[in-house]
């Protein structure tokens, strides 16, 4: 019997990712009601590389704002983190994001899911080094050495 390469067992390649897939943030559903706001853009004369498909790159986005990871460690399952924050900056800019928001908003409002009684705020906060205000002036123990 002679073997082949053909024939041989492939090695998996060792790749660095979760054991499972980040579950996606939007339905169908939900992605109907705001499909018309993220319009997919036709080729142009020149031709070129076709552009990401929009709903990919906002459950990009949205994995990333909804856990709070740096772009960098966005899942391969997503576009790429550079056309994802390209994209969240250019809705941000023209009013696609807060359309977006403000629709499936409304929607949940019509469906009676949003308790407006109850409001939460969240933030990060971070003092200043030392108790002191960033724009102090610094003390003469910081002065630059000789």
């Given at each position: ?7 041989w067992p492939r ?57 709070g990871a740096r ?76």
């Open positions: 019997m002679i073997l082949t390469l053909a024939w090695r998996a390649q060792n790749h660095a990712v979760s054991m499972t897939e980040p579950r996606l943030e939007l339905t169908d559903a939900q992605w109907v009601v705001i499909e018309d706001l993220f319009p997919q853009p036709t080729m142009g004369r020149r031709g070129g590389r076709p552009r990401v498909p929009p709903r990919a790159c906002l459950e990009g986005i949205l994995w990333v704002l909804r856990s772009w960098k460690d966005l899942p391969t399952i997503f576009p790429s983190p550079a056309t994802c924050w390209r994209r969240l900056k250019d809705w941000t800019e023209d009013g696609t994001f807060q359309k977006a928001w403000a629709r499936l908003l409304r929607l949940l409002d019509r469906f009676h899911k949003i308790d407006w009684d109850e409001a939460l705020a969240d933030g990060s906060f971070a003092r200043a080094k030392k108790g002191a205000n960033s724009s102090g002036k610094p003390s003469a123990a910081r002065e630059a050495r000789s």
